[in-house]
């Protein structure tokens, strides 16, 4: 049989089967990249892949989204470096709690790029370990610990223009900042409520 007209039946399926692909099809057209929930491999994976996308597309800039509450500070450095390996420029927008490695990922724009929603929450402290094993084992991970302590101190001291002996003593504890804290602090550069704004 011969149809002239489409069976809306038939099209239906489709279009309702994959909400998520068209929700990402228009992130991706709107050069948005979401950082959402832990850091993990497969959150830096994800987002690396994203980025990577976006940047060979054109050098237009990319806005990244950041709500999280941190998780593998090796990740959020993976995120970190690529921010500001590729070309285009990324602008930052934290909402919701931008905390440990999810500030380091956010630290990665230039400052004039860092934009943060009112009611954002803002947490730097120093890094956690649960640490097991021998003597040898034990002074390896401490060392390990120290090393990346002394990094991410030096990346906030950078980014927010604080000194660093002030971040050290800042992160010794959970270091928890508003929106406007974090701005005066040096590490917000504006706080948005449009986006427009952005």
């Known amino acids: 049989m011969i149809r002239l007209e489409e069976d809306p039946q038939e099209k239906e399926p489709a279009a309702s089967a994959h909400p998520l692909a068209m929700v990402e099809k228009s992130l991706f057209e709107s050069r948005t990249v979401l950082v959402f929930g832990e850091v993990t491999t497969e959150l830096a994976q994800a987002t690396a892949a994203r980025l990577l996308s976006l940047a060979q597309q054109s050098n237009e800039p990319i806005r990244m989204i950041v709500h999280s509450q941190g998780g593998h500070v090796e990740a959020g450095a993976t995120i970190y470096d690529l921010v500001r390996f ?17 500030a380091l990922i956010y630290s990665a724009a230039k400052k004039e790029n860092r934009f943060s929603l009112p009611n954002t929450r803002f947490l730097l402290h120093q890094p956690l370990g649960g640490i097991r094993g021998n003597a040898a084992d034990i002074e390896i ?7 990346i302590r002394e990094r991410l101190n030096r990346i906030f001291a950078e980014a927010t223009g604080q000194p660093y002996e002030k971040i050290a003593a800042d992160t010794d504890r959970n270091f928890w900042m ?14 948005v409520e449009r986006a427009s704004e952005v």
């Open 178 to 191: 508003t929106a406007a804290q974090a701005r005066d602090y040096g590490l917000v550069h504006a706080i």
């Open 86 to 102: 590729i070309g285009p420029e990324v602008k930052m927008i934290g909402t919701g709690w931008v905390a440990s490695a999810g």
């Open 141 to 147: 991970e401490t060392n390990q610990i120290l090393a």
